[in-house]
């Protein structure tokens, strides 16, 4: 028999009931219509996105062919521009895809419509069949009826292959029971592209710094022809996938008693300008391994459209330590919270002595870069010990030598022209002295902030080859990858290697226990990983 619903016994209660629920069928009408405009949002934000494509793909074919037969650097610099302006797109484009094939139910999407894989390319067959060896119901033995094949385009270093996945169905001779193993997860759902080759692909675009579309013309040698707009539906689909695993590198970093920070500028095209403006990268550095620790080094890197002091003010809104850093008056307001303890650089204030110095040596510049050297000698003989004897060692050697370079300091400065270059050096160090100073009663302190400097040399190398970033969502993208990649190179990971093997589990894998996936995590549990170079 069927459940009644047991009505209230009273007129009153029977109103309250009533209302109760037409407030909950109010409640979903007014989530339904929200859910409506998003969707209709995004659908007007696709077809704009169409049309933008188009414009910008007749746009590079109309000045390729006014390139044909000549040589204009200018004419080149405004393709590639437009390039980087289309893969924003394409890319855009994938964001948007993966969010609603996540959020849509497996029978209602559509069948996709794509181009069939290259047939010359090696095929690997993989068969996938049920757990059970027997009929689970009656111990009969299977019988093939047919199978399930689908297909996809792996990558395979220095070589291109197709992975065929093959499902028989399985019916019991005995009985009616009929059985088929599970199809395999994809990193993004009906992508043909396997973990193999969006690791290259992404490695490809933020470490070795090739822009799509030079991928395409490199791939196009292999004669597997892949489009811009494809490749960026995959990069789009990686960054959504990798949110989780960003926050649990986050985490990892910020839970730190002390972090490294600096930034970088970058240059980003303004939509619309065919010009750039800087923006800027900001890593913050977990990196105790000089100061005897085993905790796994790893960065974090944010990106801005600008370099206001708000950025790092909240990067580190939560952070409670040390923070090595420059003399950024950004960090200011971060300190006077009381939560973070200032730091300084001694190669900071060492580099403003030094670029006077090859150019004009005195007996000031030389004092002081003879003593700063010093400084790093007694580093470099206890690098790698404990707290506690860099501590011990710093106080019986390091600090005579700070407190007189201090003191020598202070009487040359009335000595030389305020407005000289030398006068703003010694102003710098002075100013910046306690926090200078710190780091020799400190065994947890490092000397100077390299930690921060080497993680952004990727970045600098980058610039060398992108020239810039095509938006502000592309700078948040490549802040994603740098973080990633950089952290599995600080723990010695071959990063290509790492992030197949996040790629191949983390569609299945549960959220609750992302903290698995970080690089040096995997690198215990896999003997797949080969050391970075």
């Known amino acids: 028999m069927l459940n009644r619903v047991q009505l209230p016994d009273t007129i009153d209660a029977l109103k309250a009931l009533l209302s109760a629920k037409s407030a909950q069928i109010a409640a979903f009408e007014q989530e339904r219509e929200v859910w409506h405009l998003e969707r209709d949002a995004l659908r007007a934000q696709k077809h704009d996105d169409k049309h933008e494509i188009a414009r910008?793909?007749?746009?590079?074919?109309?000045?390729?062919?006014?390139?044909?037969?000549?040589?204009?650097?200018?004419?080149?610099?405004?393709?590639?521009?437009?390039?980087?302006?289309?893969?924003?797109?394409?890319?855009?484009?994938?964001?948007?895809?993966?969010?609603?094939?996540?959020?849509?139910?497996?029978?209602?999407?559509?069948?996709?419509?794509?181009?069939?894989?290259?047939e010359h390319l090696p095929r690997d067959i993989e068969e996938h069949l049920p757990d059970e060896a027997v009929c689970p119901d009656c111990g009969?033995?299977?019988?093939?009826?047919?199978?399930d094949v689908s297909e996809v385009l792996e990558h395979i270093p220095a070589s291109f292959r197709i992975v065929r996945h093959v499902r028989p169905r399985l019916a019991c001779r005995c009985c009616?029971?009929?059985?088929?193993?599970?199809?395999?997860?994809?990193?993004?759902?009906?992508?043909?592209?396997?973990?193999?080759?969006?690791s290259h692909v992404m490695v490809s675009k933020y470490l070795d710094h090739q822009p799509l579309y030079r991928q395409c013309q490199i791939y196009e040698r292999e004669n597997v022809s892949l489009s811009e707009s494809t490749m960026g539906d995959w990069v789009g689909g990686v960054h959504e996938l990798l949110r989780p695993l960003l926050d649990a590198?986050?985490?990892?970093?910020?839970?730190?008693?002390?972090?490294?920070?600096?930034?970088?500028?970058?240059?980003?095209l303004a939509p619309g300008t065919g010009k750039t403006r800087e923006a800027r990268l900001w890593v913050y550095a977990r990196d105790d391994r000089p100061s005897g620790e085993s905790t796994a080094p790893a960065m974090w890197m944010r990106y801005s459209p600008d370099r206001r002091g708000i950025h790092p003010q909240t990067h580190l809104q939560h952070y409670r330590g040390i923070l090595q850093a420059d003399a950024f008056a950004g960090y200011n307001k971060v300190y006077a919270s009381g939560r973070v303890i200032e730091?300084?650089?001694?190669?900071?204030?060492?580099?403003?002595?030094?670029?006077?110095?090859?150019?004009?040596?005195?007996?000031?510049?030389?004092?002081?870069l003879e003593r700063i050297a010093e400084l790093y000698q007694i580093e470099a003989g206890i690098r790698g010990s404990p707290p506690t004897a860099r501590h011990a060692a710093r106080q019986e050697h390091a600090k005579p030598i700070v407190t007189a370079l201090y003191a020598w300091l202070r009487d040359q400065l009335p000595s030389v022209s305020r407005k000289s270059k030398t006068a703003d050096a010694i102003g710098y160090a002075l100013n910046q002295w306690q926090a200078l100073a710190r780091y020799v009663d400190d065994?947890?302190?490092?000397?100077?902030?390299?930690?921060?400097?080497?993680?952004?040399?990727?970045?600098?190398?980058?610039?060398?080859?992108?020239?810039?970033?095509?938006?502000?969502?592309?700078?948040?993208?490549?802040?994603?990858?740098?973080s990633l990649l950089g952290s599995a190179k600080l723990n010695d990971i071959n990063p290509q290697a790492y992030l197949r093997h996040v790629l191949t589990v983390i569609?299945?894998?549960p959220v609750n226990r992302?903290?698995?996936?970080l690089p040096w995590n995997v690198a215990k549990h896999s003997l797949s990983l080969d050391r970075a170079a």
Request: aromatic share 6%; with cysteine.
């Open 249 to 268: 590198l986050r985490r990892h970093v910020f839970a730190a008693d002390k972090l490294h920070t600096d930034d970088t500028p970058i240059k980003v």
């Open 443 to 482: 065994g947890r302190i490092e000397i100077d902030n390299n930690a921060a400097e080497r993680a952004l040399r990727g970045v600098a190398l980058g610039r060398k080859n992108y020239l810039f970033l095509g938006s502000d969502t592309g700078g948040e993208r490549a802040a994603t990858m740098y």
């Open 176 to 198: 009616d029971r009929m059985a088929q193993a599970p199809a395999p997860s994809r990193p993004i759902a009906r992508s043909f592209a396997g973990p193999g080759l969006l």
């Open 56 to 118: 910008l793909s007749l746009l590079l074919d109309k000045l390729r062919r006014m390139l044909f037969g000549q040589k204009s650097e200018k004419l080149v610099h405004q393709i590639d521009q437009l390039q980087l302006e289309l893969e924003e797109l394409h890319i855009n484009q994938g964001e948007r895809a993966q969010k609603v094939e996540m959020a849509q139910a497996p029978a209602s999407r559509p069948a996709p419509q794509r181009r069939a894989l290259p």
């Open 140 to 147: 009969g033995a299977w019988a093939r009826l047919g199978e």
């Open 507 to 509: 569609a299945d894998h």
């Open 343 to 368: 730091a300084g650089c001694w190669a900071h204030a060492r580099r403003k002595f030094y670029d006077i110095h090859v150019k004009d040596a005195t007996f000031i510049t030389t004092h002081v």
């Open 514 to 517: 992302i903290d698995e996936l």
